[in-house]
């Protein structure tokens, strides 16, 4: 393209500035990449936690609805009587341009019991909290993945703007400043060294007038 461009002095101040603007675009690029890496990170570190609480919650659940089974009896018909969830929502955030889920999902006060206590027992009720726990922390660790894939999308995506200004664009506008510079500097020594040509063949035509 530095081949191509015309040495004028109206295309050397037009590639200084696209010039100026591409640097001004990577520093941009890659000031919002670093915080989004930092976001991503903050959520991976809280995903790991998340979920081994929820390994925790999970083995406590089925142990606790093992017990309940070898007490009662197989607790299939009671199961039943569970209503699907329906009380999730999903909002977003934003985060550098970047659409961030949040999963949100109405909480109880204590146990929300859909059977009659005359044929259970506690070891029920354990079984129900501990698996009423799983799902809050289900809902809150698919927000925190989902997140962290939309970072990881949206890092790659600036990543890949980042590099193409960096490694093509400044370096393009770079060569056709340089190539229009010494285009130009090369003109003004040529017109000088005219000029001077000029300057003596009048002073020698001068002189042998007299």
């Keep these: ?11 050397l ?16 690029l890659d000031k919002k990449r670093n915080i989004l890496i930092r976001e991503m990170m903050s959520l991976i570190d809280h995903a ?20 309940a089974n070898v007490t009662m009896g197989f607790c299939d018909q009671i199961s039943r009587s569970v209503p699907e969830e329906d009380s999730l929502t999903l909002s977003y955030r934003s985060v550098m341009g970047v659409e961030i889920p949040i999963v949100a999902i109405q909480e109880k006060d204590g146990l929300d019991l859909q059977y009659g206590l005359y044929t259970t027992n506690s070891i029920l009720d354990d079984a129900q909290q501990k698996f009423m ?63 001077k040509v000029i300057k003596r063949q009048k002073q020698a035509l001068e002189e042998s007038e007299q």
């Design 13 to 28: 101040m037009n590639s200084k500035k696209s010039l100026e603007l591409s640097k001004l675009g990577y520093e941009l």
């Design 1 to 11: 393209m530095a081949a191509q461009a015309v040495p004028t002095k109206g295309n």
């Design 133 to 195: 726990e799983v799902k809050y922390l289900t809902a809150h660790l698919a927000e925190i993945e989902n997140s962290v894939y939309r970072l990881a999308n949206a890092i790659s995506t600036t990543q890949r703007r980042a590099n193409a200004l960096k490694n093509i664009m400044i370096p393009r506008f770079e060569g056709t400043v340089k190539y229009i510079t010494d285009a130009l500097d090369e003109k003004d020594r040529e017109e000088f060294s005219r000029l």
């Design 48 to 67: 790991k936690a998340i979920q081994g609480k929820i390994d925790k919650a999970y083995e406590e659940a089925y142990l606790a609805l093992e017990t």
